[in-house]
């Protein structure tokens, strides 16, 4: 019987050989996020829930663009809107049609959303979000919550978890304010610093939920110790944007930030970003005295494909129940795995709000109603940590499933029963190939 790790090599050997080529040309091997233990592999195809590697393996997709595709991929609506586009032209360099319809599908959605501002990625969206807020605010410091991932320029690399704050100048570190995902803390804060602009967080936690915010006041009381100290709110909708509501965070919690940074799903599975928020902190862009006007160039903002795509993807969201068949099939396999460990005596916690799953080996716990974790950080922590994580993400590789890194799930609104059963089976089995090799 191979080993998970022989499995994996017999199975990938184009892509062992794609990566030896990578590492001689890319700097690190490949991009960031796409490099695993022992080697990572490359996709040539996705269609719906499901892909294909260069190998030929056929995978069902977990990542789903690191969260874009929450239609799944290769949506017909999404492709021929971008066919289209890019026989008429792919920028125009000046603005096109798409940017008003775009951005009043946003302000339609997203609650807090007055205006809205288009950006090249979800980094560029909390870059400009930060340059509003000091802009407005005349202040300084950015608050983060320790752990929180918010892209990963300079002044949100640091204590981000998985971005180290390598070439960032200690002069711009302290701008920046870690504090703890705690009110308390917050207010603490804030009572000795008033030289705060903005608060910034992923408002379900840090890392998509891993370490979740498990205070159910927690964004109200941000929003109240913020307003209380002159302080404004961003709320991170990167992830969380058009997944968890249609309205994203601040819809699902009804809690309205000042501003907040959009990615991923808001340009349908393509590059792009926006921040949307109070009318009045934007009102610089639009200043008639160029002295004064807060000038945002970016040479792909708002182009016309990722437009397309992205209007696409938010028509249907809008009218089609996307975001409940994502949860639904969320829910699924959150029951699924819950049996499979239980059934196979294994200890481990499985969390996670909405179509976003967690699961965590070796620690066990509670879940509020909400399927919001209990279990302190520093267990949650240590339990998605070191190798265990990157061989079960090796041994569901190789029964066909590829997971969030080894660590969780995002599903799709193309995600079917049958395909969650199945990856219900294979973890089953990934548990068992874990525990045989002394992993678990
Ligand atoms: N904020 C959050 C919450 C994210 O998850 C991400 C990306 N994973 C970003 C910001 C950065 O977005 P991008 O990768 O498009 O720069």
Known sequence: MPTI???FYETHQKSAELYAGGQEVVAGGAAQSRVMYPHPFYVGRGDGAVKWDVDGNELIDYLIGFGSLILGNNRPEITEAVERQVRNGTHMGTTTPHEVRWAELITGLMPSAERVRFTASGTEATLLAIRLARGYTGKTRLVKFREHYDGWHDYVAIEAGITAPYGVPNETRSTVAVVEPDP??????LSQDSDVAAVIMEPTGAHWGQFPVQNPHFLESVREITQRHGVLM???EVIMGFRVSRGGAQGKYGV???LCSMAKIVAGGLPGGAVGGRADIF???GDPDPAKRFVHPGTFNAN???AVAGIAALEIIESEPITEMADAAADRLKNGLRNALTKQEVTGHVH???????IALGVEGETNDQDISQ???DQLMAATSGRKIEMLKLAMLNEGVDMFGGIGFMTSAAHTDDQVDRTVEAFERSLVALRDEGYI
């Open 256 to 258: 309205m930030p000042d």
């Open 375 to 377: 279990v302190p950080h």
């Open 5 to 7: 790790l022989e499995r």
């Open 283 to 285: 009102e610089p862009m």
């Open 352 to 358: 996670g709000v909405s179509s976003i799953v967690h």
């Open 184 to 189: 308390d803390a917050l207010e603490k804060y």
């Open 234 to 236: 961003i709320m991170d």
């Open 304 to 306: 016309p494909v990722s």
